[in-house]
């Protein structure tokens, strides 16, 4: 079933993953936070600590589906250069040089898709991934269709207020699929999880895609649960941006660690 995927870094990381018997960790990085040089190292350096995948956020002027911790990001990029389209460009190409995993360029529509970004960062073979958020369906689908064959993802959300025929329309086809562990802004402190093994089922029951979870993950523990849960992957942002932010380098490498070891699972593979 890996061969459902564009991306080979993509298929191989998830390969590998089930061979340790092991979730994925998913780490948002934005782009050239809090300065290029510095934002290269860091997200290199928690690829050493234990991040299978990195989600690079694009900066934008309006980040709204945001928290305060990621909108403050954004904030300190854009002051960094009026043009974060070739800062971003600069980051995710040096940052493939330092790095071999799969990189997701996640973002708003304007930013990646309106400015052609996506279509060079594709034509560079830097990224694995496509995480628009904000796109309808029919621009996801055209992207999909004009990315998917320079091995590139597009990543489909699906959240526990979808009724049953919007998410079987949504995960149709599907590579690779992120869940939201619940709708609104991210960081959210109140996040709930009540129905987090439910969204699994239902997802499960329609796609045999690989489903990440995310939102509102911000401790080993949390992993620990979204991952027995059966998820094959956790997404962290905020924590990992809020430690960026203070220059918690020390302590965001040992989150990380953390994180890792929490997404091991006990006993035999997951069947999928």
Not at 125 to 154: H, K, M, W, Y
Not at 213 to 227: L, N
Not at 244 to 271: F, N, T, W
């Amino acid at each position: 079933m890996s061969s459902r995927f564009h991306s080979n870094r993509m298929m191989n990381t998830y390969e590998m993953a089930r061979n340790r018997n092991e979730a994925m960790i998913v780490g948002y990085f934005i782009a050239a936070d809090p300065d290029l040089p510095q934002a290269i190292n860091i997200a290199a350096e928690a690829v050493a600590a234990g991040v299978d995948v990195l989600e690079i956020g694009v900066p934008s002027p309006n980040p709204f589906l945001e928290g305060n911790i990621i909108r403050r990001g954004h904030q300190r990029v854009q002051q960094l250069s009026p043009d974060t389209r070739d800062l971003t460009i600069r980051y995710c190409t040096q940052l493939r040089e330092r790095v071999d995993v799969p990189m997701w360029l996640m973002g708003y529509s304007q930013d990646i898709v309106d400015s052609g970004l996506y279509r060079e960062l594709a034509d560079k073979q830097v990224i694995d991934g496509l995480v628009l958020p904000d796109a309808p369906r029919n621009v996801l689908t055209e992207v999909e269709r004009e990315v998917g064959s320079q091995g590139v993802d597009v990543v489909r959300l699906v959240h526990s207020q979808m009724d049953q025929d919007e998410l079987r329309e949504t995960v149709s086809g599907a590579t690779v699929l992120y869940a939201q562990l619940y709708t609104g802004t991210t960081g959210d402190f109140l996040s709930q999880s009540n129905d987090l093994n439910q969204l699994y089922t239902r997802v499960r029951s329609l796609s045999e895609a690989m489903v990440v979870a995310g939102f509102g993950i911000r401790s080993a523990e949390r992993v620990r649960e979204v991952t027995s849960g059966g998820y094959d992957g956790a997404v962290v942002g905020s924590a990992y941006v809020a430690k960026v932010e203070r220059g918690e380098m020390d302590s965001l490498y040992q989150l990380i660690a953390d994180m890792k070891i929490a997404a091991r699972r006990p006993g035999k593979l997951l069947s999928k």
